[in-house]
């Protein structure tokens, strides 16, 4: 098993532009969630689903859009760049079972200029 | 709304003794999952251990082990006989929800351990 894979590893945005980071998991885990981690702040979640279908903001949403059309993938969509969107973009799934942990991506470093 | 709080932003441990990484929590529910994960410079997120907070016992997973204190709120992390490799951040987190999708984490904790 590949595990949570994310793609691009890297990425450089102008303000304004929009792009789609790519989440997939090959674990048949039915919750996905996207993070973001900031220098000082830890990560904060962005957006869940605990199926196909169904989505849900986490902690800080604005700017971001996402949709779940199978269980395998999970992609964000950053609709108008902004500088402050610039960070670390990790990707997560679980099986939603009590006592699972959730197995992280490694990671988009997304700067925007 | 829960919050996590690690107060140690960066320790330094000499090689082979114990070090112990704080973390407190602050939640009304009374159900609630608290997890430690270690992030090296090479940047992903590994999973250490898990404490749920109906668990009587401590969680042990070799050589980390969680000093869960219910009534003070607290989740220290452990680790005993320390290596070069234990050099890394450390975050706390918490879930409420059983399916653990949502994760609030703290700002972490930057250990170096000295040879």
């Known amino acids: 098993n590949a595990g949570v894979t994310q793609t691009p590893k890297f990425q450089v945005l102008k303000t304004g532009q929009s792009m789609t980071l790519q989440c997939a998991q090959d674990?048949?885990?039915?919750?996905m969630s996207w993070y973001r981690q900031d220098p000082g702040m830890g990560l904060r979640l962005i957006h869940y689903?605990?199926?196909?279908?169904?989505?849900d903001q986490g902690e800080v949403p604005n700017g971001y859009n996402v949709s779940r059309s199978t269980t395998e993938d999970f992609p964000l969509r950053l609709l108008s760049a902004a500088p402050s969107q610039t960070s670390v973009y990790f990707c997560?799934?679980?099986?939603?079972?009590?006592?699972?942990?959730?197995?992280f991506g490694p990671g988009t470093r997304l700067l925007v200029l | 709304a829960q919050k996590i709080t690690q107060t140690q932003p960066g320790m330094f441990v000499q090689e082979k003794e114990a070090v112990t990484l704080d973390c407190t929590y602050d939640?009304?529910?009374?159900?609630?999952?608290l997890f430690w994960y270690k992030q090296p410079s090479s940047g992903e997120m590994i999973f250490l251990i898990y404490?749920?907070?109906?668990?009587?016992q401590n969680a042990t997973e070799g050589r980390y082990s969680l000093n869960f204190q219910k009534a003070r709120k607290s989740a220290n992390l452990v680790i005993s006989a320390s290596q070069l490799g234990d050099s890394a951040m450390y975050f706390c987190?918490?879930?409420?929800?059983?399916?653990?999708?949502?994760?609030?984490f703290g700002t972490g904790t930057r250990l170096t351990i000295i040879p």
């Open positions: 997560a799934s679980t099986t939603g079972q009590e006592q699972e942990t959730q197995y």
């Open positions: 404490q749920g907070s109906y668990d009587q």
């Open positions: 674990m048949n885990h039915e919750y």
């Open positions: 987190a918490m879930s409420l929800d059983f399916g653990n999708e949502k994760l609030t």
């Open positions: 689903s605990v199926g196909a279908g169904i989505t």
């Open positions: 939640t009304s529910d009374p159900s609630y999952g």
